[in-house]
């Protein structure tokens, strides 16, 4: 049963534009969320994270979104730049408070095209 | 800088083989997670140490994994008769943390293609 997922396998954007991924979620014991973006034949790479007392987080271009009562995250990529272009990954924890364990999405791949 | 390093890069096993995979976490990074990505999915934990004391191992598939980090550093997962259905990217994460919220940061992963 998968407990974080993006509904979204890909998304193509314009350069310069905002770009809006998705992830939902069905455990509301999550309390940690964070996205992750990942190139090809590279780990993944930390982006932004939120926690659940929160609704909204900002760092530079990248804002992440959460709507608890709809268990409901996305994040906004504002401008939108073809370095961009990646797999975003999603992901949850606190189910197990003494690891962070982190759940994750099956991933959106975003191309943004000049 | 010095990240998190996973070696070999890539591995091909033939099935039934025993395979030895190796993580070198970040200095002084206490946790310790292993994650498995099959194509095309997100990564799926596995197992988590935190310094040599393996904590949570309740996401390796069957008894033929097998992970270890003798001295709280490097940690090696192994995977015995290796199936086909082996075949995936095996990641390596470090955190400072010892629980609680906090980003895992993770290395480039040792692809397993299981022929």
């Known amino acids: 049963d998968q407990q974080v997922k993006q509904n979204s396998p890909s998304l193509s954007v314009q350069e310069g534009r905002i770009s809006i991924l998705n992830c939902d979620y069905t455990?509301?014991?999550?309390?940690?969320f964070l996205w992750y973006k990942k190139y090809p034949a590279e780990g993944p790479t930390f982006l932004i994270s939120i926690s659940s007392i929160k609704d909204k987080n900002e760092d530079g271009r990248f804002t992440v979104f959460l709507n608890k009562s709809a268990k409901h995250l996305s994040l906004h990529i504002v401008p939108s730049q073809p370095g961009d272009s990646a797999v975003y990954f999603c992901a949850a924890s606190g189910l197990s408070s003494n690891t962070g364990k982190l759940i994750f999405g099956q991933g959106t791949t975003l191309q943004v095209k000049p | 800088g010095a990240g998190v390093s996973q070696s070999p890069r890539y591995k091909v096993a033939k099935r039934g083989q025993d395979v030895a995979l190796r993580c070198d976490p970040i200095s002084g990074h206490v946790s310790l997670f292993w994650y498995q990505q099959a194509l095309g999915q997100g990564p799926e934990f596995l197992t988590y140490f935190q310094n040599e004391a393996q904590l949570d191992k309740s996401g390796l598939p069957s008894d033929r994994f097998f992970a270890e980090r003798p001295e709280g550093s490097v940690s090696t997962l192994k995977i015995q008769r290796t199936q086909q259905e082996d075949s995936a990217v095996y990641l390596c994460?470090?955190?400072?943390?010892?629980?609680?919220?906090?980003?895992?940061?993770f290395g480039n992963g040792t692809r397993l293609t299981v022929t």
């Open positions: 455990n509301s014991m999550f309390d940690y």
């Open positions: 994460a470090s955190s400072s943390l010892i629980s609680g919220n906090s980003p895992l940061h």
